[in-house]
């Protein structure tokens, strides 16, 4: 059941595995992603002002990202074809996943009558590190990556 006031997964929580195909078809499995940084990135719609926002300034940070060993991965419910061509059109380094059925929005508590701009950080463990509502700063999300020594997160 859907509700505006739900938060994103909070920090320490696993990331829920996932396997969602990308717009040239390849499937991205979550679970196979382990031992890296990844950065999920759930956004509406391709080729609105915001999205389109966020997903250059990741890329204009591309080598900030990749130098803390991180990946980036932008999901939303379009289609390959849509996918394709926004990556394409913006130049994104990283892949766009299919999510048509909004069923991994769904277990990101991303999910609503659009998804809902959401941006997690998951360690290397498969850990969220950093979760966040809206279009947080490169800045912000470059901070909640660790430095590639110290990616996984520990137990209090």
């Known amino acids: 059941m ?3 006031f739900e938060k994103p997964l909070p920090p320490g929580t696993p990331a829920p595995p996932f396997l969602l195909p990308d717009e ?3 499937v991205w499995v979550l679970n196979l992603n382990r031992n890296k940084v990844m950065v999920l990135v759930f956004y509406p719609a391709d080729d609105t002002p915001v999205c389109t926002q966020q997903l250059c300034e990741l890329r204009d940070g591309w080598d900030k990202i990749k130098a803390k060993g991180a990946f980036v991965m932008g999901i939303n419910p379009g289609n390959a074809d849509s996918h394709r061509a926004f990556k394409e059109k913006h130049k994104l380094p990283f892949p766009v996943l299919v999510d048509n059925a909004k069923r991994v929005a769904k277990m ?3 999910s609503g009558p659009l998804v809902r701009r959401t941006v997690y950080v998951i360690g290397k463990d498969g850990k969220i590190l950093y979760s966040k509502r809206g279009k947080p700063s490169l800045d ?3 901070a909640a990556i660790p ?3 110290q990616a996984t997160t520990t137990a209090a």
């Open 2 to 4: 859907f509700s505006w």
């Open 140 to 142: 912000e999300i470059l």
């Open 108 to 110: 990101y508590n991303a």
């Open 147 to 149: 430095e590639p020594d």
């Open 24 to 26: 040239e078809g390849s």
